[in-house]
């Protein structure tokens, strides 16, 4: 699928996984419109994208940005990046159980919020012309391989994972309908800033956990297989690991 003129929608794009792949999509001459709540207004402008301030829980903000996107072209990508993953037992050492509200958060955010914007912006994109084939567009969403192999402290990031991955490819199916593809990245470890508070040695040894290469993932690499589902018109349906080969362990 031909993207370039076209506009996308990119969650959590002011840092990270969503930074680079605006930086990727920005090369290719498509219009970014970056969502996040953190200030993405300098990575959009390196693109000559637009900033928006939304919560992707929020319907309203959403809307408001997917309006924006819109103004810039037809609207025919969206990148789900935005997520949180602060861990917790499901039962504390000292005996507290987890907190019901840090579960749900998460669930809403990583989940929910997910699902948000990609209702949203499926009628923008049923009004962008067909190209080739009759497609429309195409979504891609970020799971984590937690959602395969949650480790002790993921039950709540877990199953907001395991959720992105259960619904790929019921919307997929619901979406055929407009022409729009959906697949989900399930990234390993990767180098972003959820890790970058850790001690250089709690990152190599991170690293070591991976089969091959032993290294964390690069948010560049992410952002090319973005690119490889958003334009590659048979990949539909689909939920592919991007993780060097690493099972998780427990902890």
């Not at 402008?45 to 408001?64: K, L």
């Not at 997520?83 to 499901?90: C, D, E, K, Q, S």
Request: aromatic residues 4%; hydrophobic residues 45%; proline residues 6%.
């Amino acid at each position: 699928m031909r993207l370039a003129g076209s506009s996308a929608l990119v969650t959590g794009g002011a840092s990270g996984l969503g930074a680079a792949t605006v930086r990727k999509l920005g090369t290719e001459g498509v219009r970014v419109v970056v969502v996040d709540v953190a200030d993405g207004s300098e990575v959009a402008r390196e693109v000559g994208g637009v900033y928006v301030r939304a919560d992707v829980t929020d319907p309203d903000q959403v809307a408001e940005a997917v309006a924006v996107a819109e103004q810039l072209g037809p609207v025919r990508a969206l990148v789900n990046c935005a997520g949180i993953g602060p861990p917790a037992r499901t039962l504390a050492r000292d005996g507290t159980p987890h907190d019901l509200g840090h579960f749900e958060s998460v669930i809403r955010v990583n989940l929910v919020g997910t699902f948000n914007c990609i209702r949203l912006v499926a009628p923008a994109m049923s009004r962008s012309e067909p190209l080739e084939d009759g497609e429309r567009g195409a979504i891609v969403n970020t799971a984590s391989v937690a959602a395969f192999e949650g480790q002790i402290g993921q039950a709540a990031y877990s199953a907001s994972k395991g959720g992105v991955v259960a619904m790929t490819l019921p919307v997929a199916r619901d979406l055929a309908a407009i022409g729009v593809r959906v697949n989900t990245i399930a990234p390993g470890i990767m180098d972003t800033p959820m890790l970058a508070g850790l001690p250089e040695e709690a990152r190599a040894s991170l690293g070591q956990q991976v089969l091959f290469p032993r290294r964390l993932g690069r948010p560049d690499e992410y952002a090319e297989l973005a690119w490889f589902l958003l334009t590659h018109s048979y990949m539909n349906g689909e939920t592919v690991r991007m993780d060097g080969g690493i099972r998780m362990q427990p902890r």
